[in-house]
């Protein structure tokens, strides 16, 4: 080594040395930003602000509406070809399959961290885990005894009630022009599917039932995603237990008998598991577009599915749905588009920063926090 740097000289030596800081400096440069992510991944605050950045209003809903696509097709196997026509117990094994992935999240460290319980009472997060074991138990309920027309003539009053429900609950109220947009999409959906209304008593009551905790639903994921620091999974992992617990008394009202006879070979195991990692990936991207958008939003998605579907079918299988249905579709896609333009207007900062009538209230309160480390977090992000 003496005899190369006698050979390279005093400046070669002043090189390398420059380098090797360089280096060093390179190297606790990216250490520090390393353990930025990582501080602002395990606060809160900083997981809300990397599910705003990686997952906004289009993201989101484009995730849940490929989803949704996928597991239509997955559960008409499962209730058609697999035969298995117990929709509450499908849904308990739906949420449990949940539960079991997030528990693995959490062993890992990959869990978001939820807010501390202070600033959420318990009670909001028991009522959401009731009110998601009835909307989701009693959806699928509807959904085998009554057909799909009627199942959507149905969800055309759960946008009404989520207007209403917001009006009274949170105070918030929409314009005119999304009045006229929602009242288009309804009246297009109601024609595309009034040519397949079949009318079952008992399916008529259970679909009756679910529209009020379907509402109730969607606006508890918004609010408490929006109004507070929680995330789609942190919020998932709280209130599954809640809805497991909730779902196992309406297996014996709701589902028919013979589940423990059910022919649980490879082959029906693997379909109802399937579907169940669809359904994992629908709560998650359902929650996601409640927290990007709004209740009223997520609804008009769940239409714009119909719509698309009795399109696709229309264009690419050849299926002949009428004139009527088709021309009712395209209404509400074009009622859809407007209300999703005037909407995406107001969607939440996807910076993750409180409105100004928030930071007025936690300066009222003595909250206000000025946080120079969270500053230099997120400028090193």
């Known amino acids: 080594?003496?005899?190369?740097?006698?050979?390279?000289?005093?400046?070669?030596?002043?090189?390398?040395?420059?380098?090797?800081?360089?280096a060093g400096e390179a190297g606790r440069a990216l250490e520090e930003l390393r353990s930025s992510l990582h501080n602002?991944?395990?606060?809160?605050?900083?997981?809300?602000?990397?599910?705003?950045?990686?997952?906004?209003?289009?993201?989101?809903?484009?995730?849940?509406?490929?989803?949704?696509?996928?597991?239509?097709?997955?559960?008409?196997?499962?209730?058609?070809?697999?035969?298995?026509?117990?929709?509450?117990?499908?849904?308990?094994?739906?949420?449990?399959?949940?539960?079991?992935?997030?528990?693995?999240?959490?062993?890992?460290?990959?869990?978001?961290?939820?807010?501390?319980?202070?600033t959420t009472p318990f009670s909001s997060i028991f009522a959401l885990g009731i009110v998601m074991s009835f909307a989701t138990g009693l959806a699928n309920t509807s959904l085998q005894y009554n057909s799909v027309g009627f199942y959507q003539m149905a969800k055309i009053a759960v946008t009404p009630t989520i207007v209403l429900s917001e009006f009274i609950l949170l105070r918030k109220m929409i314009t005119y022009e999304e009045v006229l947009s929602l009242a288009l999409v309804s009246i297009g959906v109601a024609v595309a599917t009034v040519t397949d209304l079949e009318f079952n008593l008992f399916g008529a009551f259970i679909a009756s039932v679910w529209i009020i905790p379907s509402a109730i639903n969607k606006i508890l994921w918004s609010s408490l995603q929006q109004q507070s620091n929680w995330t789609a999974l942190a919020l998932m992992w709280k209130t599954t237990p809640i809805t497991i617990f909730f779902l196992l008394p309406l297996m014996p009202w709701l589902?028919?008998?013979?589940?423990?006879?059910?022919?649980?070979?490879?082959?029906?195991?693997?379909?109802?598991?399937?579907?169940?990692?669809?359904?994992?990936?629908?709560?998650?991207?359902?929650?996601?577009?409640?927290?990007?958008?709004?209740?009223?939003?997520?609804?008009?998605?769940?239409?714009?599915?119909?719509?698309?579907?009795?399109?696709?079918?229309?264009?690419?299988?050849?299926?002949?749905p009428g004139f009527m249905s088709i021309c009712g579709a395209l209404v509400a896609l074009c009622g859809m588009s407007v209300y999703t333009s005037l909407n995406l207007h107001k969607s939440p900062d996807v910076s993750g920063k409180p409105p100004a009538k928030q930071t007025l209230v936690a300066k009222a309160n003595g909250e206000e926090k000025i946080n120079v480390e969270e500053k230099r977090l997120i400028a090193a992000v």
Not at 1 to 19: H, P, T
Not at 267 to 287: C, D, E, H, P, R
């Open 255 to 320: 589902d028919p008998p013979g589940v423990l006879s059910f022919k649980w070979d490879l082959n029906n195991t693997s379909a109802i598991l399937v579907s169940a990692l669809l359904g994992f990936l629908l709560q998650w991207s359902g929650a996601l577009a409640l927290g990007a958008t709004s209740a009223t939003s997520h609804v008009v998605l769940g239409q714009f599915k119909t719509c698309v579907i009795l399109l696709g079918g229309y264009v690419f299988f050849k299926s002949d």
């Open 40 to 118: 602002e991944l395990r606060t809160s605050e900083g997981a809300k602000r990397q599910q705003q950045r990686m997952c906004g209003p289009v993201v989101a809903m484009t995730f849940n509406f490929c989803v949704s696509v996928g597991i239509i097709l997955t559960n008409k196997s499962v209730m058609g070809k697999v035969g298995f026509n117990f929709p509450i117990f499908l849904t308990l094994i739906h949420y449990t399959v949940a539960w079991v992935l997030m528990a693995i999240f959490k062993a890992l460290s990959l869990l978001p961290v939820s807010p501390p319980s202070k």
């Open 1 to 22: 080594m003496g005899f190369i740097e006698s050979f390279l000289g005093s400046n070669a030596r002043r090189f390398i040395k420059r380098k090797d800081s360089d």
